[in-house]
């Protein structure tokens, strides 16, 4: 009888040990599915194929919807969301603060998966990943393309996706391929201009909107513009001095939905003067693309096919 015990004993602790083993494979497996993400503010392992995200970056949230995961989204701040991406003012997404105020309390209560930020709320990161694996997604300005598609590539790896982020990227780099040709058919000189109320910036080579001179081939009609956030405060006469062939134009104050009309500060008696305003050539940019969103696969996608409507 003692050796049936032991026996017995001896069955029973194989089946212990392989139990635990097996949960401890589980385990491993489990850990495993995660990828490494560089990202602005440092690596981070990401759970492959998360099921629940928080984003703040509205040009991700634009790459999310276009590669159909856009039911993973369960946060988002609501406020001054692009007009493209309307969709998800709906209810069923959480308010998680403004772009500059994040509402931890409510982004901790919603339990994600995952959270992409940008910029704005860079200073705030480890606050952010101390509720969840957080990411960094922003665009720099010096290289734009190459960081927006490391930026997609990311993504699709994360979700699994790196087919359709790949066919993706191929057709805009046709879309980008075409527009540089056509700008040096058109020839002519280019300004970008940033309206906000009355005022108003132009923007250069390297600059957030750099992407027309840097990567479209539209040559700038001031090479000494330097490099900034914000632009360099410009007048109605230096517009006219500088005399652009092309005057590219983003309204912030339609962007953020005040009150003001980009048209009304540029087309005065001044800038009537230019080569822009007497060939037709003053063109009105879509501001959630440029200013909102930017670096998502839609809206880059929109912003060249703007130049090259606007080079025609």
């Not at 201009?193 to 539209?218: E, P």
């Not at 134009?249 to 230019?274: C, F, L, P, Y």
Request: proline share 3%; glycine share 8%; net charge neutral.
């Amino acid at each position: 009888m003692k050796k049936l015990s032991l026996c017995f004993m001896a069955i029973i602790a194989v089946f212990v040990i392989a139990a635990c083993g097996s949960k401890d494979a589980q385990s491993d497996a489990k850990k495993k599915e995660t990828v490494a993400i560089q990202h602005s503010s440092g690596s981070t392992d990401v759970p492959k194929n998360p099921k629940k995200i928080v984003v703040f970056n509205f040009g991700v949230l634009d790459t999310l919807d276009q590669l159909g995961l856009g039911d993973r989204v369960v946060g988002l701040p609501k406020q001054n969301i692009p007009s493209y991406l309307k969709q998800y003012k709906d209810k069923k997404y959480e308010s998680v603060g403004g772009l500059k105020e994040p509402d931890f309390e409510k982004i901790a209560e919603l339990a994600p998966d995952l959270i992409i930020i940008e910029g704005r709320q860079a200073e705030q990161y480890d606050e952010f990943k101390r509720i969840a694996p957080t990411i960094n997604i922003e665009l720099d300005d010096q290289n734009y393309m190459k960081s927006f598609k490391e930026n997609t590539e990311s993504i699709g790896k994360i979700f699994g996706k790196e087919d359709a982020v790949k066919d993706a990227l191929a057709k805009i780099d046709a879309q980008v391929e075409k527009t540089n040709k056509l700008a040096k058919e058109k020839g002519g000189k280019g300004l970008v201009v940033l309206t906000n109320d009355k005022h108003i910036s132009a923007y250069g080579k390297g600059s957030r909107f750099g992407l027309v001179h840097d990567v479209l081939g539209v040559a700038p009609a001031d090479q000494n513009i330097k490099a900034s956030l914000h632009g360099q405060s410009v007048s109605s006469e230096y517009i006219s001095e500088k005399n652009p062939d092309y005057l590219f134009v983003i309204d912030r104050s339609a962007a953020i939905g005040e009150k003001g009309s980009a048209k009304e500060v540029i087309e005065n008696e001044i800038v009537k003067s230019t080569n822009a305003y007497k060939k037709g050539h003053i063109i009105y940019l879509d501001p959630g693309y440029w200013y909102l969103s930017g670096g998502g696969l839609e809206s880059v996608s929109e912003m060249v096919k703007e130049i090259e409507n606007g080079l025609k």
